[in-house]
């Protein structure tokens, strides 16, 4: 069974310029999660869709910061327009027993 | 007070050692506990959880918490190079909490 997967693997991108981030879940895992770790920080919690619905996007940092999850598949997380705070480190994870995450490898943002 | 503490290490010991590594947290309505270890450059990876109070074993690793004073460990035994890596500890709700992690190095 594939596991979790996140494209691309790493990102160098302008400050103004925007990314998106990609998620794709194990297959038919309903809830999909986004985290991010910054430089020196914990892993934080950014937002939870439960297939196409977003169930909670407390951890969402701003407005510049969108999550989509089209047809309850795989998820994207753009950010626009992106500042040098938003490097770090964009987890996925995705579960069908809520509490059983598991996470992809990771996207590597770098906003020079 | 942060939710979830760990000593960030890193913690270096010999190959063979048991190793204990800890976490304190501040919530009581906490009632379960995974155990995440990740490898440099890779992402969380799910080793086992466990329900406040109590003890569970899964091959060289044992998760134990206690609920009285907020405090949870994972033991290690034998420990391999292998397992060097970061550990965390965040409490099991519908979002994942975590904490610094504790840096383990197995050294041969």
């Known amino acids: 069974e594939a596991g979790v997967t996140q494209f691309p693997s790493h990102s160098v991108i302008e400050k103004g310029q925007t990314v998106t981030l990609r998620c794709d879940p194990i297959?038919?895992?309903?809830?999909l999660y986004w985290y991010r770790r910054v430089m020196g920080k914990e892993i934080k919690f950014l937002l939870h869709?439960?297939?196409?619905?977003?169930?909670?996007e407390s951890g969402m940092p701003n407005n510049r910061f969108l999550a989509e999850r089209t047809g309850g598949t795989y998820s994207t997380l753009k950010v626009q327009p992106a500042e040098l705070e938003d490097s770090g480190v964009y987890f996925c994870?995705?579960?069908?027993?809520?509490?059983?995450?598991?996470f992809g490898p990771g996207t590597r943002l770098t906003v020079t | 007070q942060k939710e979830v503490e760990q000593d960030p290490g890193p913690l270096s010991v010999p190959e063979g050692a048991i190793v204990s590594l800890n976490c304190t947290y501040s919530n009581s309505a906490f009632q379960y506990f995974m155990w995440y270890r990740q490898y440099s450059r890779k992402g969380p990876e799910l080793l086992m959880y466990?329900?406040?109070?109590g003890n569970k074993e899964d091959g060289r690793f044992t998760a134990q918490v206690d609920k009285s004073s907020k405090y949870i460990s994972l033991f290690i035994r034998d420990s391999q190079p292998s397992d060097s890596a970061t550990y965390l500890c965040p409490p099991r709700t519908d979002k994942l909490i975590f904490g610094t992690g504790t840096r383990l190095q197995v050294f041969p």
């Open positions: 869709f439960v297939k196409e619905s977003k169930q909670d």
């Open positions: 297959s038919g895992h309903d809830n």
């Open positions: 994870a995705s579960s069908q027993v809520i509490y059983e995450q598991y």
């Open positions: 466990t329900y406040s109070s």
